[in-house]
């Protein structure tokens, strides 16, 4: 988790407000407290540069509306095809399970299940949130913003870049 390096209070704070949550949602939430508290460790506002950064926000939003849209498909052949474990008929089928799906898996197998039935997919769950991300964005994640937000303050390429840094 290189996004937290340095900022490992901050990450127990947000772990609180994840469990805190989980509680406000009727999830159990209260075991996990219990454990952060055990450990004697308090969380601070000791969060990281890129809490809050929108194009990773977004990212993450999108790929949840993938998922939403994945288990709504995968609901659905289920329910036509009367498998038992999903991961293992996606893996027959497609070479994936249901964690490795891309958008244009997703949309090939929505296509693959309406030559099969007419029934509309049940609704993603996350469509609810009325969120407007691109479902096929890819993940964007800290670790790789922060990488470049560090090499540009220092004036470094990133390992592996194509230029070379020009001294004076």
Not at 52 to 74: F, Q
Not at 75 to 93: A, M
Not at 142 to 165: D, F
Request: proline share 4%.
């Amino acid at each position: 988790m290189l996004q937290w390096e340095g900022f490992e209070s901050g990450l127990i704070k947000y772990a609180y407000f994840a469990a805190e949550e989980c509680i406000v949602r009727g999830i159990n939430g209260h075991g996990e407290v219990e454990k952060l508290d055990q450990l004697g460790i308090t969380p601070d506002d000791n969060t990281p540069p890129w809490i809050g950064t929108e194009t990773i926000h977004s990212s993450h939003r999108s790929r949840l509306l993938c998922k939403g849209y994945g288990d709504s498909v995968c609901d659905g052949l289920k329910k036509v095809l009367r498998f038992k474990k999903t991961d293992d008929f996606l893996k027959s089928l497609i070479g994936k399970t249901k964690n490795e799906l891309k958008y244009a898996d997703v949309v090939g197998l929505d296509k693959y299940y309406h030559t099969l039935s007419a029934e509309p997919l049940e609704e993603n769950y996350y469509n609810q949130f009325g969120w407007s991300d691109d479902p096929a964005a890819e993940y964007v994640w800290p670790s790789n913003i922060y990488r470049k937000i560090i090499a540009k303050s220092q004036n470094a390429p990133l390992k592996g870049a194509s230029h070379k840094r020009i001294w004076k």
